[in-house]
C-alpha cells in the first residue's frame, strides 16, 4: 500500500483497481493517510466516515473478486472504489449535515442527495463531508461555524468557497474527487484559488434534491477534479432528470467522455471585453490573455464580444441570493430539526434558535432579503433586479448567436489572505463578479488552473458554455489540457 495512489487520475485508478494492482482499501486506505497527515494544516473536512468508507471498499474489493472469477471486471460500474468528498450543504443518509451552520446541530439527514446516489450507485465511496461557509454563503470558507480552510498552495491563505472545503480537499490530493454547490461561484472560484478544476453545470442540469437550498433559482450542483475528463465523468453521472425537483431537466444528458478528444478547430471563442475591468490582477488578465493564443495556435477562433449588463451582476445577484435565501432559511426555526434554543415562550425560541444559531453573514443576507422582499419594497428591489436579470441572460443569448464558448477570469484576484476581509463584506462580494453572470444567466461555466502569480499561486480561467452545452466545455478544456501541463501541478504540502 501507497499514498502515491493518491496521485494518480481517476481513470488510472479504474485501470488500477480493474488490474488488480491495488485494491479498493488500498487506495482508500492511501487517501485516508493523506488526511491524516495533512487535514490539521487544512482543515477540509467537517465529517469524516472512515468506517463506513471501509466498509464499501471491502465490499467494493468482494465485487472485483467475483467479477474477475466469471470475466466480468467490464460490467462493472465505472466508479467502483473510487473514493470522493461531498460538500456539507449536501444530504448523505445517515451522516451529519451541518451546512457549516451551528443551526442545524448535529443534524443526521434523513436521505442522500440524487446526484450522490448516482454516485453511489456508480460505485463511489463517499469519504466524508466537506467545509463550507455557513449555508454556502460567502468566498473563503470563512464564515463557516466549523473554522476556515486553507489554500493547500499556501496556508495563511484561503482556498475560496464556498465549497473550499471541496476544492482543498482535491487539490491536497486527499480525494481525487469531490462535490460542490455553485450559487454564485462557489464551485469555480475555489477551482481557481486551489489549482484544480470545476464545473457549475446548467442550472437543471443535475437535480437539486438533497442539496441544501440558498438561492434557488440560482443554486447549482457539481463538481471538482484534477482534470476537465476526469470532471466530465462525474457530471456525467451525476446529471439527469429527476422527479424529486421539479426544476431538473429533461434533457438527454450525452457520455462526455465519448467526444471528448475532438478537438477544437474552428471553436468560436469569444473574449467579453467587460470581463477585463481595472481592479484586476495585472498578473490574471496576462495570463488569461496567454491562454486565449493557445487557444487560438489550437484552432480556435478568437472573437472578441461584449455582455453589457455585466456590471449589473453584482448588484442584481445581491438582491435576488439574500431574498431567496431569506425565504429558504425561515425553515431553520427549531421547531422540528436543528439545535434548538429556548429561555422562554414559542417566540423566544425562534429568537434564540436564529439568534444564535446563525453567524453574522447569514444573519446580514437574511435582513437584506426580507427587506427586499418586504411590502412596498418588493418592485423596487427584487422586482427590478429579476427585470434586469432577463438583460444579463439576453446578453449571453446575444453573445452566443456568433460564438461557442465565452473565455474570461474566473477571479479579480488569486487566493486572498485569511481574515483579508474580514470587516469588509463587499470586498469580499466583488470576489464574485466574473463567476456571478453564469447562474444568474442559468449558463454552464468551468474553471481550470491556467498558471501561477508571483506568489506561486493558482490562476484559473473560466469558459461558459450556452445552456446544456456543457460537453462544448469538456472538450474545450481537454484540448487545453493535452497541450499544456497546469493541471498537472500539485501544492509542495
Ligand atoms: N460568494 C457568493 C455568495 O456569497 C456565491 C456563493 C455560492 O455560490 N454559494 O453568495
Known amino acids: 500500500m501507497s499514498a502515491d495512489l493518491t496521485f494518480l487520475s481517476i481513470f488510472e485508478m479504474q485501470a488500477g483497481l480493474r488490474s488488480g494492482d491495488f ?3 488500498e487506495l482508500l486506505e492511501g487517501h485516508l493517510q493523506r488526511i491524516h497527515i495533512f487535514e490539521p494544516r487544512i482543515h477540509a473536512f467537517i465529517t469524516l466516515v472512515e468506517e463506513s468508507a471501509r466498509t464499501e471498499a ?60 448516482h454516485l453511489i450507485n456508480a460505485g463511489a465511496i463517499i469519504i466524508g463531508k466537506t467545509n463550507t461557509d455557513e449555508f454556502a454563503m460567502g468566498s473563503s470558507t470563512e464564515t463557516s461555524a466549523f473554522g476556515p480552510t486553507f489554500n493547500p498552495w499556501d496556508t495563511t491563505r484561503v482556498p475560496g468557497g464556498s465549497s473550499g472545503g471541496s476544492a482543498a480537499a482535491v487539490a491536497a490530493r486527499m480525494v481525487p474527487a469531490a462535490i460542490g454547490s455553485d450559487t454564485g461561484g462557489s464551485i469555480r472560484q475555489p477551482a481557481a484559488f486551489c489549482g484544480v478544476t470545476g464545473m457549475k453545470p446548467s442550472y437543471g442540469r443535475v437535480s437539486r434534491y438533497g442539496l441544501v437550498a440558498y438561492g434557488s433559482s440560482l443554486d447549482s450542483m457539481g463538481a471538482f477534479a484534477r482534470s476537465g475528463a476526469e470532471t466530465a465523468l462525474l457530471i456525467g453521472i451525476m446529471a439527469g432528470l429527476d422527479k424529486m425537483d421539479s426544476t431538473s431537466a429533461a434533457q438527454p444528458v450525452p457520455d462526455y467522455l465519448k467526444k471528448i478528444e475532438n478537438g477544437i478547430k474552428r471553436l468560436r471563442l469569444g473574449v467579453p471585453r467587460e470581463y477585463f475591468i481595472e481592479g484586476i490582477q495585472p498578473e490574471i488578465s496576462n495570463t488569461i490573455k496567454e491562454s486565449i493564443e493557445t487557444y487560438r495556435s489550437l484552432g480556435a477562433e478568437i472573437i472578441e464580444i461584449s455582455l453589457p449588463h455585466t456590471k449589473y451582476a453584482l448588484p442584481v445577484y445581491y438582491l435576488i441570493a439574500p431574498a431567496e435565501a431569506s425565504a429558504n432559511l425561515a425553515r431553520y426555526d427549531g421547531v ?65 448567436e456568433s460564438v461557442d464558448v465565452i473565455a474570461c477570469p474566473v477571479t479579480p484576484t488569486t487566493a486572498f489572505k485569511v481574515g483579508e476581509h474580514g470587516d469588509d463584506p463587499l470586498a469580499m462580494y466583488l470576489e464574485d463578479v466574473f463567476t456571478l453572470p453564469a447562474n444568474l444567466a442559468g449558463v454552464p461555466g468551468i474553471a481550470f488552473p491556467v498558471g501561477v502569480d508571483s506568489y506561486k499561486l493558482p490562476i484559473g480561467m473560466q469558459l461558459m458554455g450556452k445552456r446544456f452545452e456543457e460537453e462544448t466545455l469538456f472538450q474545450a478544456v481537454q484540448a487545453f489540457q493535452q497541450s499544456t501541463t497546469f493541471h498537472l501541478q500539485y501544492p509542495a504540502l
Open 23 to 25: 485494491s479498493c482499501t
Open 58 to 117: 471491502k465490499k467494493a474489493d468482494s465485487r472485483f473478486v467475483d467479477a474477475r472469477k466469471v470475466n466480468q471486471i467490464d460490467q462493472l460500474p465505472a466508479l467502483l472504489g473510487i473514493p470522493i468528498a461531498v460538500k456539507d450543504l449536501i444530504t448523505v443518509k445517515d451522516v451529519r449535515c451541518s451546512c457549516g451552520s451551528k443551526v442545524l446541530g448535529n443534524w443526521i439527514a434523513p436521505f442522500t442527495a440524487t446526484a450522490v446516489q
Open 336 to 400: 422540528r430539526f436543528g439545535a434548538r434554543q429556548s429561555t422562554g415562550s414559542m417566540i423566544d425560541m425562534f429568537f434564540d434558535t436564529r439568534g444564535q444559531g446563525f453567524g453574522q453573514e447569514v444573519k446580514r443576507r437574511i435582513m437584506l432579503g426580507t427587506y427586499a422582499l418586504s411590502a412596498g419594497y418588493y418592485d423596487a428591489y427584487y422586482g427590478q433586479a429579476q427585470k434586469v436579470r432577463t438583460l444579463i441572460k439576453q446578453d449571453f443569448e446575444k453573445a452566443f
